[in-house]
T-cell receptor
Framework: DAKTTQPTSMDCAEGRAANLPCNHSTISGNEYVYWYRQIHSQGPQYIIHGLKNNETNEMASLIITEDRKSSTLILPHATLRDTAVYYCIVRPNQAGTALIFGKGTTLSVSS | EPEVTQTPSHQVTQMGQEVILRCVPI?????FYWYRQILGQKVEFLVS????????KSEIFDDQFSVERPDGSNFTLKIRSTKLEDSAMYFC????????????FGQGTRLTVV
């Protein structure tokens, strides 16, 4: 079972920042937070991951609270093409461990 | 950019027939996975494969399923006797052997059992 809780859906205006929250209150010390998204029925796409420090890449920023019980994915300037289901996944620090997907958050970006 | 390739993109088969879904993982990746997604539902883990053997599998991955890496590049999922409820998108993924790296997913094979 997924160890994360996410809102079912969110809306965002094009050009604005999209802030997607995730609760993972039972996260263990060796578990990372991963974010993936799925556009329509395409294969899941990696976005970003982190352990305890905030992370940023060309797609997004990941803010993890100090107690690591929650995190926020930030898409700084959402576009229509960012409309997708976003998955927050907690995964142990072991090379082969599979990602277990929950239901995610459906983000709808509108003009 | 390297990518995971899956073939075919869509396969239609009759109930009871065997199907083989094919995947070419990213070169030099060591961990391979199969997932499925029934229409309208979440992505479900089926099996992970490392060093030529199954390392982890879910309850869904029963005796009708098998995986194989027949050569140095392909990774296959076989469903022995398909049922209507096997209709789904099947995704292959691969991951480098280094810890904390991301998994890359293919674009999937849509399997329709009629």
């Amino acid at each position: 079972d997924a160890k994360t809780t996410q809102p079912t859906s969110m809306d965002c205006a094009e050009g604005r920042a999209a802030n997607l929250p995730c609760n993972h209150s039972t996260i263990s010390g060796n578990e990372y937070v991963y974010w993936y998204r799925q556009i329509h029925s395409q294969g899941p796409q990696y976005i970003i991951h982190g352990l305890k420090n905030n992370e940023t890449n060309e797609m997004a920023s990941l803010i993890i609270t100090e107690d690591r019980k929650s995190s926020t994915l930030i898409l700084p300037h959402a576009t229509l093409r960012d409309t997708a289901v976003y998955y927050c996944i907690v995964r142990p620090n072991q090379a082969g461990t599979a990602l277990i997907f929950g239901k995610g958050t459906t983000l709808s970006v509108s003009s | 950019e390297p990518e995971v390739t899956q073939t075919p993109s869509h396969q239609v088969t009759q109930m009871g027939q065997e199907v083989i879904l094919r995947c070419v993982p990213i070169s030099n990746h060591l961990y391979f996975y199969w997932y499925r997604q029934i229409l309208g539902q979440k992505v479900e883990f089926l099996v992970s494969f490392y060093n030529n053997e199954i390392s982890e599998k879910s309850e869904i991955f029963d005796d009708q399923f098998s995986v194989e890496r027949p050569d140095g590049s392909n990774f296959t999922l076989k469903i022995r006797s398909t049922k209507l409820e096997d209709s789904a998108m099947y995704f292959c993924a691969s991951r480098a052997g280094i810890q904390n790296t991301e998994a890359f997913f293919g674009q999937g094979t849509r399997l329709t059992v009629v």
